[in-house]
């Protein structure tokens, strides 16, 4: 998916370097009548490897790269000299990039921490000299190994970002607005429905710790077959630890936007559907106190419910502490 400078996936066709071949060559210096073989081995081709980088947020840096080819290894030369190996491609990826193969849609690996490393294509290895084949029965091999092909694959990159807690919550639900509070992230702001195009994070800190809040750009019924933003943004809910249902204090019928949220994360993903969670009415602002009672005994049975409002921070101490309590539990 691509909004500006945010790409969440990209498809692009990589191949590693061949290996060098081995080298065929026979010792000839004066006084040595019978030097014999002394052919080197060729060098590893190189391999297109994956590295995670915390400061990298996009796939941006990647928007061009259709192909990414490694460098072959050289070959082997003679008195048993090795050829070079080939130069590894190194990619810096953010954390919580996924690698599928295109052709069958198996997943290669993930990168999750900073640092590391995921080799999605492996250089060919380098043929032997023929030095490697002398025997006393074989006393000058004219022969080599040939190098190794690298491996070659059409893969997908994707990008599921990794945060403490996701908000979850129809377009207008107040999303950006809370996360503007609770960190100092700065997403955009508007009162029309989609006006969070692409994930924004923040870090929300609670006396002497702090957490991550990812605002997923809003769900509307029917967004796991597509209608809506789709399930371009579902997958980046499939990393939260926790998530925060809002939905606002306007709503018509707060259970059944509750049900339908959570029902579009189980199709999506099962799993998504028990993650721990909270559910925040936004706009309390709007409530009088005796609609304040009135609206928390009309939120789902069994569900942690709170009041806020991000415009007044009515209840956002509250909220900072029960996340945190939430995902201190995980």
């Given at each position: 998916?691509?909004?500006?400078?945010?790409i969440?996936?990209?498809h692009v066709?990589v191949?590693?370097?061949k290996?060098?071949?081995g080298?065929v060559?026979f010792r000839r210096e004066r006084?040595i009548?019978?030097?014999g073989?002394?052919?080197?081995?060729?060098g590893?081709?190189?391999?297109?490897?994956l590295?995670?980088?915390?400061?990298?947020?996009?796939?941006?840096?990647l928007?061009?790269?259709?192909?990414?080819?490694?460098?072959?290894?050289?070959?082997?030369?003679?008195s048993?000299?090795?050829?070079?190996h080939?130069?590894?491609?190194?990619?810096?990826?953010?954390?919580?990039?996924?690698?599928k193969?295109?052709?069958?849609g198996?997943?290669i690996?993930e990168v999750?921490?900073?640092?590391?490393?995921l080799?999605i294509?492996?250089?060919g290895?380098?043929?032997?000299?023929?030095?490697h084949?002398?025997?006393?029965?074989?006393q000058?091999?004219?022969?080599?190994q040939?190098?190794?092909?690298?491996?070659?694959?059409a893969?997908?990159i994707e990008l599921k970002?990794?945060?403490?807690?996701?908000?979850v919550g129809?377009?207008n639900a107040?999303k950006s607005?809370?996360?503007a509070t609770l960190?100092?992230?700065k997403p955009?702001?508007?009162?029309?429905p989609f006006t969070?195009l692409?994930?924004?994070?923040?870090v929300?800190t609670?006396?002497e710790?702090?957490?991550?809040?990812?605002?997923?750009?809003?769900?509307?019924?029917?967004?796991?077959?597509?209608?809506?933003?789709?399930?371009?943004?579902?997958?980046h809910?499939?990393?939260n630890?926790?998530?925060l249902y809002?939905i606002p204090?306007?709503?018509?019928?707060?259970q059944?936007t509750y049900h339908?949220?959570?029902?579009?994360l189980a199709?999506?993903?099962?799993l998504l559907?028990?993650?721990p969670?909270?559910l925040?009415i936004?706009k309390a602002?709007?409530?009088?106190e005796p609609a304040k009672k009135i609206?928390?005994?009309?939120a789902p049975?069994?569900v942690?419910?709170?009041l806020i409002s991000s415009i007044?921070s009515?209840g956002?101490?509250?909220?900072?502490?029960?996340?945190?309590?939430?995902?201190?539990?995980?």
């Amino acid at each position: 998916m691509d909004t500006g400078n945010f790409i969440d996936a990209i498809h692009v066709w990589v191949r590693a370097g061949k290996g060098g071949a081995g080298a065929v060559h026979f010792r000839r210096e004066r006084f040595i009548p019978r030097g014999g073989p002394d052919g080197g081995d060729g060098g590893k081709g190189g391999s297109v490897i994956l590295v995670g980088n915390k400061h990298q947020s996009t796939l941006f840096h990647l928007r061009f790269q259709k192909h990414i080819i490694a460098r072959n290894g050289q070959g082997g030369g003679k008195s048993h000299a090795n050829g070079a190996h080939g130069q590894d491609i190194m990619i810096a990826v953010p954390l919580g990039t996924v690698v599928k193969d295109r052709e069958n849609g198996t997943i290669i690996g993930e990168v999750l921490q900073d640092g590391q490393k995921l080799c999605i294509a492996h250089g060919g290895k380098g043929g032997l000299g023929n030095a490697h084949f002398k025997s006393a029965t074989r006393q000058a091999p004219n022969f080599a190994q040939p190098g190794e092909q690298g491996e070659k694959r059409a893969i997908t990159i994707e990008l599921k970002l990794i945060a403490d807690v996701g908000l979850v919550g129809q377009p207008n639900a107040g999303k950006s607005t809370l996360l503007a509070t609770l960190s100092a992230a700065k997403p955009r702001i508007a009162d029309y429905p989609f006006t969070t195009l692409v994930p924004s994070l923040g870090v929300v800190t609670y006396h002497e710790h702090s957490f991550t809040v990812a605002d997923i750009p809003g769900l509307i019924q029917g967004a796991s077959s597509g209608k809506g933003l789709g399930i371009r943004f579902l997958r980046h809910v499939e990393r939260n630890k926790a998530l925060l249902y809002m939905i606002p204090a306007d709503d018509q019928n707060i259970q059944a936007t509750y049900h339908m949220l959570r029902q579009e994360l189980a199709i999506h993903n099962p799993l998504l559907s028990k993650k721990p969670h909270l559910l925040a009415i936004t706009k309390a602002d709007i409530l009088s106190e005796p609609a304040k009672k009135i609206m928390l005994s009309q939120a789902p049975s069994g569900v942690p419910t709170l009041l806020i409002s991000s415009i007044t921070s009515f209840g956002i101490s509250h909220l900072r502490k029960k996340l945190w309590q939430l995902i201190a539990t995980i």
